[in-house]
């Protein structure tokens, strides 16, 4: 079966720096999301990793290693606006593209 | 370029009876997923349409909940008859192919059911 786990809560300062892990066990991987979902809101779309390595999005970054099953967010130079939580998506199944989440680490930035 | 379209926003009903929710995706997004979201928990992947078939149904309470996608475009999730524990967001989402995967979401309906 498919499994995902990544932190429950997390707390950080503003300003500071966070990283968020997401570890996952799956068939057929197509690629690993994370989302951002605000209290209330839907999830909005964060980034998309398919292949090893860093992608960079202005202040946020994502890490993948296909062959540790494992994934991290990087948050820089942390907003109070990014109190939030945040879910690792593994996409898989081949052409069927399916989608799973995780259970969401909830982030809360402090003064 | 129009969003995940879904309504009602909001919804109370009492146990045993019957709901339904809609969902319009992303024109052209041949994928189509409901979600259940309890709070202070993950989205759960309720049912998945690739155009008007089924790609993964197996966590749909078949005894209760129905979902149909006819001519691959809209969708429709049933519940009937709802219980307490069917309290929860209930998330439309589309994406375009498995090459461009990317899902968008829908705002959501939450329902109590009391």
């Given at each position: 079966g498919q499994n995902i786990d990544q932190p429950t809560e997390m707390t950080a300062t503003e300003g500071a720096i966070v990283q968020i892990n997401?570890?996952?066990?799956?068939?057929?991987?197509?690629g690993l999301f994370w989302y951002q979902q605000h209290a209330g809101e839907a999830p909005t779309f964060l980034s998309y990793n398919v292949l090893d390595g860093l992608e960079e999005k202005?202040?946020?970054?994502?890490?993948?290693?296909?062959?540790?099953?494992?994934?991290?967010?990087?948050?820089?130079?942390?907003?109070m606006k990014d109190s939030a939580?945040?879910?690792?998506?593994?996409?898989?199944?081949?052409?069927?593209?399916?989608?799973?989440?995780?259970?969401?680490?909830?982030?809360?930035v402090q003064p | 370029e129009a969003g995940v379209a879904q309504s009602p926003r909001y919804k109370i009903i009492e146990k045993r009876q019957s709901v339904a929710f809609w969902c319009n995706p992303i024109?052209?997004?041949?994928?189509?997923?409901?979600?259940?979201?309890?709070?202070?928990?993950g989205p759960k992947l309720l049912i998945q349409f690739q155009n008007n078939g089924v790609v993964d149904?197996?966590?749909?309470?078949?005894?209760?909940?129905?979902?149909?996608?006819?001519?691959?475009?809209?969708?429709?999730?049933?519940?009937?008859?709802?219980?307490?524990?069917?309290?929860?967001?209930?998330?439309?989402?589309s994406s375009y192919t498995?090459?461009?995967?990317?899902?968008?979401?829908?705002?959501?309906?939450?329902?109590?059911?009391?």
């Open positions: 997401c570890t996952y066990q799956t068939s057929g991987f197509n202005g202040r946020f970054s994502s890490f993948l290693s296909r062959s540790k099953g494992y994934s991290y967010l990087l948050l820089k130079e942390l907003q939580s945040y879910l690792c998506a593994v996409g898989f199944g081949g052409a069927t593209n399916k989608l799973i989440f995780g259970t969401g680490t909830l982030l809360a | 024109s052209g997004h041949a994928t189509l997923y409901w979600y259940q979201q309890i709070l202070g928990q149904d197996s966590q749909l309470p078949k005894d209760r909940f129905s979902a149909e996608r006819l001519k691959g475009v809209d969708s429709t999730l049933k519940i009937q008859p709802a219980k307490l524990e069917d309290s929860a967001v209930y998330l439309c989402a498995a090459d461009n995967p990317e899902a968008f979401f829908g705002q959501g309906t939450r329902l109590t059911v009391v």
